[in-house]
């Protein structure tokens, strides 16, 4: 009685405050008994639980929300997807400034073996070939370029042909899908724990001394843009303060997903955020799987930061001309980085091709990146996967102000 008493108490609090205990004592675990392995197997049972549930459901709501969608979600899609990809480049011009401002040299020792892609051309070739691979592949792999590109097209198909029973059992399955998704979530205090506890008997503080000028200007652009510059642009949609919506996305979104690593994982906790919010389902089910291919605001930041660093570092003159130059390709390769093995790292030797640097060089700042992962990609994700809850509801609440809809009750409320 006393153990079920205690986990009712358990279930009622706050999930962020678990997680807020999950994490505290996984890194109190990790400096004290880092040899104690099978703590580790916590975060990698909660992951691979989310990856293998997130792009079934995916695709089910995807599908569902297109054959049920009305004419009027075009101009909100038009708006989410110009945002994305907008605040994408100003988080590479964010990144140029702050490498211009606060230059970094490496120590380029050790090389990666390991295939870029050689040339811009190369990224969208990837692009169009993951969008039509086999969809049952896709779903297995995890490749969401794929999973959306035939779940539109099931999608408009169940629309056209006027499938209304079928369209109704995928949506049935898809909110089966989402209950499975919210128990799985329930285990997010201990996925943490053990997420939290393999980064810290693994690497410890070490990143924070050996690369830490490096660390803190990655994660300064990051911060600038998603606290400085992602709000700018929600607030000239809206004119109401964007602060609210940008922490609660922070909060609930952000934190698993630095911890989790990977924005796939974190689809069906945006798209939780999302229904709590109060957003149109037909239009978060699509957007969210959509903003975690395009919107990469720390992946330009990562390419953009470190590619200047080689630049520097080699002793390379880069122009101001040149270097916003490379804010559109960082630009562009972010939005292909979803697609690649080892995420925008890998796109770095593509970015110093532009400056004639050779590939021996630029996969050194590769080895760099794979050390300081554990916060750079961390920090990444979650940026990223906030924003795309951030930006899916501002274009719904700008299309609600267009049509007077926009009440005080609403995230934006002064």
């Known amino acids: 009685m006393k153990f079920i008493s205690v986990f009712v108490k358990w279930s009622k609090m ?19 008994v880092p040899h104690w392995n099978g703590i580790g197997i916590l975060g990698v049972v909660f992951v691979s639980a989310l990856k293998a549930i997130a792009p079934v459901l995916v695709v089910t709501l995807v599908a569902a929300s297109i054959a049920k969608a009305g004419s009027g979600l075009g101009p909100r899609f038009s708006v989410v997807i110009s945002r994305y990809l907008l605040s994408t480049f100003i988080a590479a011009l964010c990144a140029v400034v702050g490498s211009f401002l606060f230059p970094v040299t ?22 169009l070939t993951n969008m039509v691979t086999n969809p049952i592949v896709s779903i297995s792999n995890g490749n969401y370029i794929g999973i959306l590109f035939w779940a539109i097209l099931i999608g ?4 056209f042909a006027a499938c209304s029973a079928t369209i109704e059992m995928v949506q049935d399955f898809s909110n089966s899908l989402t209950y499975i998704v919210n128990w799985i979530i329930q285990f997010a205090p201990f996925g943490i724990l053990g997420l939290v506890f393999t980064s810290v008997s693994e690497s410890g503080m070490e990143v924070f001394t050996t690369y830490g000028h490096l660390v803190l200007l990655l994660v300064g652009c990051m911060l600038a843009n998603t606290l400085i510059f992602n709000p700018l642009i929600s607030y000239l949609m809206i004119h109401r303060n964007p602060y609210p919506l940008l922490f609660t996305c922070l909060k609930e979104s952000g934190l698993q997903a630095f911890f989790t690593r990977s924005s796939a994982a974190n689809i069906p906790v945006n798209m939780k955020l999302c229904q709590k919010l109060g957003l149109d389902e037909d239009f978060y089910s699509v ?5 975690s291919a395009i ?28 270097a916003f130059f490379l804010s559109i390709i960082a630009t562009l390769a972010a939005c292909g980085a979803s697609g690649v093995a080892g995420g925008s790292l890998l796109l770095i030797p593509l970015a110093c091709s532009f400056f004639n640097i050779g590939n021996d ?40 102000m267009k049509s007077g809809k926009l009440s005080k009750s609403d995230t934006y409320s002064e």
Do not use: C, W
Request: aromatic share 6%.
């Open 156 to 159: 408009l198909a169940l629309k």
């Open 14 to 32: 706050s999930l962020v405050l678990r997680i807020l205990i999950g994490l505290t004592i996984g890194a109190f675990l990790g400096l004290t």
């Open 106 to 127: 490496l120590q380029l020792r050790d090389v990666v073996d390991q295939a870029p892609p050689g040339d811009l051309s190369e990224v969208f070739v990837n692009l």
């Open 295 to 322: 919107n990469m605001d720390g992946a330009a930041v990562t390419i953009t930061v470190m590619t200047l660093a080689v630049a520097h570092t080699v002793g390379v003159d880069v122009s101001f001309a040149s």
């Open 287 to 291: 957007s969210i799987p959509l903003g």
């Open 361 to 400: 060089i630029a996969m050194q700042a590769v080895a760099v990146g794979f050390i300081i992962g554990v916060v750079q990609d961390s920090v990444e994700t979650a940026l990223n996967s906030s924003g795309d809850v951030f930006f899916t509801a501002t274009a719904e609440y700008y299309d609600r």
